[in-house]
């Protein structure tokens, strides 16, 4: 079942996670990587793409992209947003993370569309 597409938009601890098992799981052929920090897409993306070489690990290609790379994806999955600490758990904290993130997601997903 290669020959798919993945785009993920956002590189953080859970878009990373999601990186490293896209590229065991034999499902893509194409990985394309978006974050706001362009240099962190490209350093994901070099390290992902010599990974390659190791056992288990599919040749995928995997590149620092843009938002036009999200047309004719398979799948796209959307980790951005910002993150809070366990010392700031508390209800208060929460609502401030979903405002945030309602508002990086107004951002985002035009430019997807």
Not at 3 to 25: E, F, P, R
Not at 27 to 43: H, K, M, V, Y
Not at 62 to 87: F, K, L, N, R
Request: net charge negative.
């Amino acid at each position: 079942m290669r020959g798919h597409k993945l785009v993920i938009i956002g590189l953080g601890h859970v878009g990373d996670a999601v990186l490293s098992n896209a590229m065991t799981i034999g499902l893509f052929s194409e990985i394309a990587l978006i974050d706001a920090n362009q240099r962190l897409a490209e350093g994901e993306a070099l390290d992902q793409h010599q990974a390659t070489a190791l056992p288990g690990v599919d040749n995928i290609r995997v590149y620092a992209a843009d938002y036009s790379a999200c047309e004719g994806a398979d799948i796209i999955v959307y980790t951005a947003g910002p993150s809070i600490s366990a010392d700031q758990a508390g209800v208060s904290a929460r609502n401030l993370l979903a405002t945030k993130n309602a508002a990086i997601i107004r951002e985002v997903m035009p430019k997807i569309a």
